[in-house]
T-cell receptor, first 114, second 110 residues
Framework: NAGVTQTPKFQVLKTGQSMTLQCAQD?????MSWYRQDPGMGLRLIHY???????DQGEVPNGYNVSRSTTEDFPLRLLSAAPSQTSVYFC?????????????FGPGTRLTVL | RKEVEQDPGPFNVPEGATVAFNCTYS??????FFWYRQDCRKEPKLLMS???SGNEDGRFTAQLNRASQYISLLIRDSKLSDSATYLC???????????FGSGTKLNVKP
């Protein structure tokens, strides 16, 4: 049981490049989400999904796309990278959103956009 | 106004001290509440959920005050290993979104 896995761990991009951050979980969780964390700030929700085929926007969705074709996978696509997207990205999953549901986080992807 | 607000600290306390953090939330419809712990350059991990009646887990006590819209975390007998950033997390139920505070940094000194 690997929990939540993310790849890559580190990435450097040039402005305008595109890439996909991978996230997978093996706990059969319905809810998955992507966050970014910037210095001095909490985690901000980018996109989330409540099940396969269902996605929605969070607080800061601009410049990012997601899809959820399977329960296990929830990739995050940067369409045209900008320096403002330099951040640490965390993927998380949980069975639901109640106080009994723990969110499990992946180890994060540290992205630098030059 | 931010959905969730926390005092960023840092709180610098000696070993054995008792320390308390507060967190306020803006949406009165919020339904579930959590404290997460994040070590430097690591992912957040659940410390404890916060139940309406308050709950305790060893040295940690969490309280919820719905009328004033805040939650608190009390740490007794602080250990060096408690040094971390503590994140307050709130879910507004039908919005399917978790909102994180910016975190409160705790440094426990020998």
């Amino acid at each position: 049981n690997a929990g939540v896995t993310q790849t890559p761990k580190f990435q450097v991009l040039k402005t305008g490049q595109s890439m996909t951050l991978q996230c997978a979980q093996d706990m059969n969780h319905e809810y998955m989400s992507w966050y970014r964390q910037d210095p001095g700030m909490g985690l901000r929700l980018i996109h989330y999904s409540v099940g396969a085929g269902i996605t929605d926007q969070g607080e800061v969705p601009n410049g990012y796309n997601v899809s959820r074709s399977t329960t296990e996978d929830f990739p995050l696509r940067l369409l045209s990278a900008a320096p403002s997207q330099t951040s640490v990205y965390f993927c998380a999953s949980s069975q639901g959103l109640a106080e009994t549901d723990t969110q499990y986080f992946g180890p994060g992807t540290r992205l630098t956009v030059l | 106004r931010k959905e969730v607000e926390q005092d960023p600290g840092p709180f610098n306390v000696p070993e054995g001290a008792t320390v308390a953090f507060n967190c306020t939330y803006s949406n009165s419809a919020s339904q579930s509440f959590f404290w997460y712990r994040q070590d430097c350059r690591k992912e957040p991990k659940l410390l404890m959920s916060v139940y309406s009646s308050g709950n305790e887990d060893g040295r940690f006590t969490a309280q919820l005050n719905r009328a004033s819209q805040y939650i608190s975390l009390l740490i007794r007998d602080s250990k060096l290993s408690d040094s971390a950033t503590y994140l307050c997390v709130v879910n507004a139920g039908n919005f399917n979104k978790f909102y994180f505070g910016s975190g409160t940094k705790l440094n426990v000194k020998p």
